[in-house]
Every structure is written in structure tokens, then in C-alpha cells.
């Protein structure tokens, strides 16, 4: 089914009609915050990322309509137009939307307000195969085995050809005039029963050919609760990866920029000062030995933020790099060494956390901290270390919904053992290439405060291949 001519105009329809009840959320689940934006903003803004996307409409649960119609009005995603209430059920939600797209023949994709993940070569593939086609699903492969049983029964009664089977995605996309057809046809139908459209298509338009483009196994649906877990996890990754920005992005980001850094005279701390430097912001670096900057104490913090913020006139981004390690037994730490530990590595980051905000409120910046791989479990000798590091996490991802609306980002580095001086003196010499540099991390660091994400645990490890410093 080739077209000819001027090329066809191309409508995302983003269904988000459900309430999520699987998910356990207590809301729809599309509304769900994940690296501080609800799922259904991180699906907008890949499909508005998309060349071959011309215009995007939301079908949405009929009582949480505001949301998008505060995105529209911030106008953040340009082809984000309209916003319409769904139906009771995907096949009326699709059949509203239908009624909205007028008579002009065009290109429409539909596509799950819950597959944040889908990129613009999927957009792509399906958008070229309709010069072709009429009808286009997504699929990948099945990596299990799926088998078909008397549902009477819960007796198995068939395993089909895994080579011939495949997992169905989002978008579907279809002529305007080919998924009406089916429709109308569909409405004769007492008996009309679809979970998708392209099952529409099949059913009632027969003579419609239906090509199948490649998904990917990222583009997964957040239906489950653990699947909320999983998808925040693949923007843990995608915010690590490898590679990075390169120095052209680095240096055209940060000029003009102001980086305070806290624990900045030595470690992990200093490299972000000096690529912070060499890459044209203007940086404040604050510690104990170098400046007298104690971050257990308020007047000290709000003094060395007044400072940067009188010399530059601005404060983009805070970076907390300071903390303790001591090693032993929970039984063997006086009670001043407990409360320096708490003080540092916990009351530390909240002080610089408040004295932050009215500067980063002004800026639109970022507040970034550190943790370490052991806040996931308490280990042996390691309790007060790993119990503040995992208050730290906590602290990183209500803030980042506490200011989400301030569009303040408050995310978290979790760097490998990395060589510092404070691992030094925590468990001498190592050996070489069995540690990270700290101009590694630094460089994770940097690419993260330049990123839109926010409220997330970033992973840096040897094996990610996290580049070097250019």
C-alpha cells in the first residue's frame, strides 16, 4: 500500500487510559515518578524527541487529565497538543481517539503511556512501513517457551513453534483510514472482543497486510510494581553509560556555570573541581583542611555558598563529596565517633541540601551526592558507614520528588571502590587495576549534573568502561 506525493502527516496517539491496578501504586500508574518525572512525561518526551513525529495527543484517565494539560501549558514538548479522556476500555479509548484525528488521511501510532523506554528507531521503522502497509505491529522475540492449555482444565495442550512466535509491543501504527475501516466494522459486532488494534485489523480487515517491525526488549510495559523497580533501574544504566558527552558538550554546558564542591580538596572531590575548571565553569571548592569549611556546622556551609553565590552571582550545581570511613565493630566506636560519622556523612548533606535550595531554585540546577555499594546491605564492621551511605539514598530520592516541581535534580553517584585517600588510609595499598580512579568518576559526575535525570542511584563501575577525562 504505497502513498505517493507530500509527505503524510504523522499522529502519536499516547494511550493512558488505565488506573493501574496491578501496579499497586495507588494511583495510575502511568503517573508514577520515576528519575523524577512520571512515567507518562518520560514517554511524551521520547516520542517528541522523534523527526518522525509531526503531532502527539493523550487519551487519559478521565480524573488525572491536569497532569498533561500542565505539561501542554509549560509547553516543554512542543508537539504535545491535545489531551482527550479515555475510555473504559483500550478498544473505546482508540475509538475516541479516532473520532479526534479529523478526515485528512494521516499516519497514527498508538502507544502505551507505560513504554517510557521506545526510541525513535522503532518510531521510525513503524512510521516507513506505512508506505507500504496499512497496518504495522512491534514485536521482539520470546526467550521462553509459551505454551497453550485447557483453560477448563489447566491442562497443557500445545507447544507452538517458539521460531514463529513473538512478544507484542507498542506502537502500533496504522493509515488513518485502514484502522477506521476496522473499527466500523468491529462496532457491527455484538460479540467484539480485542485486547490490541492490530487485532482489530487482522479480524475485520482481512485483506489488510500487517508488517511487524523489530521492538526491543527495553521497550518494555510498566504493568507490575517490580516492573517500576526495573524501569528505574534501566535510567540508573542509561544515565551511566558509556561514552558520555563529549568535551565540545562538556565545555558548551558549563560555561558560564558555577560548581560549588564540598570535600573538594582531595579524592573523588577534587577531580570534579579541576574537569569542572578545565571545562570552563567557575568553581568553589570547600573543605576542612583547605578552607575550614566544617559541613557538620550551618553558618559554615551558608557562608561558603553566600561566597560563591556574591563572587559568580549564580550557583548551578552543589556536589557533596565529603564523608568518613571508619572500619570496625559497632561495640568499638565511642559515642564521639558515632556522632562525628552521623554528623558527617548524614547531617552534612541535609545542611548543605537546605542551604542549597534558594540557589538552586534560581538556577534550575543540581544537588549531587555520593554513596557507596554498601548501603544496599549492612555488612560486618561496616554498620555506621553503610547505615549513613543508605540514608544518604533515601535522602537523594525524596528530595528529588520534594523539588521536582522547583525542577531542582538531586541525584546520587554509587562509584566501585574507588583510590582515593580516605580508602587509602581505610585499607592501605591495593593492587593496581583493581580500583577506579578518581578522575573516573569525576567524569560520571560531570555528565550526570548535565543530564536531565533526577532522583537516581548512578552505578560507576570499571567493567561499564566509564571514560577517562579528555
Request: glycine share 8%; hydrophobic share 40%; aromatic share 6%.
Amino acid at each position: 500500500m504505497a502513498t505517493t506525493g507530500q509527505r503524510m502527516r504523522t499522529v502519536a496517539v499516547i494511550l493512558a487510559g488505565g488506573v493501574g491496578v496491578r501496579a499497586g501504586l495507588g494511583m495510575p500508574k502511568q503517573l508514577a515518578r520515576i528519575a523524577g518525572k512520571p512515567i507518562i512525561e518520560h514517554t511524551i518526551a521520547a516520542v517528541n524527541a522523534a523527526e518522525c513525529i509531526d503531532e502527539i495527543i493523550v487519551m487519559m484517565e478521565p480524573n488525572h487529565m491536569s497532569a498533561v494539560e500542565e505539561l501542554i501549558a509549560r509547553g516543554s514538548y512542543p508537539k504535545l497538543t491535545r489531551v482527550f479522556a479515555g475510555g473504559e476500555s483500550r478498544n473505546d479509548t482508540t475509538r475516541l481517539a479516532l473520532a479526534q484525528l479529523g478526515d485528512e488521511e494521516c499516519k497514527v501510532l498508538f502507544h502505551d503511556a507505560v513504554r517510557p523506554f521506545v526510541d525513535e528507531r522503532i518510531l521510525r521503522d513503524c512510521v516507513d512501513a506505512l508506505d507500504h502497509y496499512g497496518a504495522v505491529d512491534t514485536a521482539i522475540p520470546s526467550a521462553d517457551t509459551i505454551i497453550q492449555i485447557n483453560t477448563e482444565t489447566n491442562v497443557l495442550v500445545d507447544v507452538p513453534p517458539r521460531s514463529l512466535l513473538r512478544r507484542g509491543q507498542t506502537p502500533q501504527a496504522f493509515l488513518l483510514s485502514a484502522i477506521r475501516r476496522a473499527y466500523e466494522r468491529a462496532a457491527r459486532d455484538r460479540n467484539f472482543v480485542a485486547t490490541d488494534d492490530c487485532t482489530v485489523v487482522l479480524k475485520y480487515t482481512p485483506d489488510v497486510p500487517i508488517a511487524v517491525i523489530a521492538g526491543s526488549d527495553e521497550n518494555m510495559k510498566i504493568t507490575e510494581s517490580i516492573d517500576v523497580f526495573i524501569a528505574d533501574k534501566l535510567f540508573q544504566l542509561k544515565s551511566a553509560e558509556p561514552g558520555g558527552l563529549t568535551v565540545e558538550e562538556r565545555e558548551a554546558a558549563l560555561a558560564g556555570k558555577t560548581v560549588v564542591v564540598f570535600g573538594g580538596s582531595e579524592g573523588i572531590g577534587r577531580a570534579i573541581a579541576d574537569a569542572a575548571e578545565r571545562y570552563g565553569a567557575t568553581v568553589f571548592s570547600f573543605s576542612r583542611t583547605a578552607t575550614g569549611t566544617d559541613i557538620r556546622k550551618r553558618k559554615h556551609v551558608k557562608a561558603a555558598l553566600e561566597q560563591a553565590a556574591t563572587q559568580s552571582g549564580r550557583i548551578d550545581f552543589v556536589v557533596n563529596s565529603a564523608g568518613i570511613l571508619d572500619i570496625g565493630g559497632l561495640e568499638t566506636f565511642s559515642h564521639d565517633q558515632v556522632k562525628n560519622t552521623i554528623n558527617v556523612n548524614l547531617l552534612g548533606p541535609i545542611l548543605i541540601a537546605q542551604e542549597s535550595l534558594p540557589y538552586l531554585k534560581a538556577s534550575k540546577g543540581q544537588l549531587l551526592f555520593f554513596t557507596s555499594s554498601s548501603y544496599t546491605r549492612g555488612r560486618a564492621n561496616y554498620g555506621m558507614y553503610s547505615a549513613t551511605k543508605a540514608a544518604t539514598v533515601n535522602l537523594t530520592q525524596s528530595l528529588s520528588e520534594e523539588w521536582a516541581d522547583l525542577q531542582v535534580r538531586v541525584n546520587c553517584i554509587n562509584p566501585e571502590r574507588t583510590k582515593t585517600g580516605m580508602r587509602t588510609k581505610a585499607f592501605g595499598e591495593e593492587p593496581e587495576g583493581t580500583l577506579l580512579s578518581a578522575e573516573a568518576v569525576a567524569m560520571a559526575s560531570i555528565d550526570t549534573l548535565l543530564s536531565e535525570v533526577t532522583g537516581q542511584i548512578i552505578d560507576v563501575r570499571r567493567r561499564s568502561g566509564i571514560p577517562q577525562p579528555a
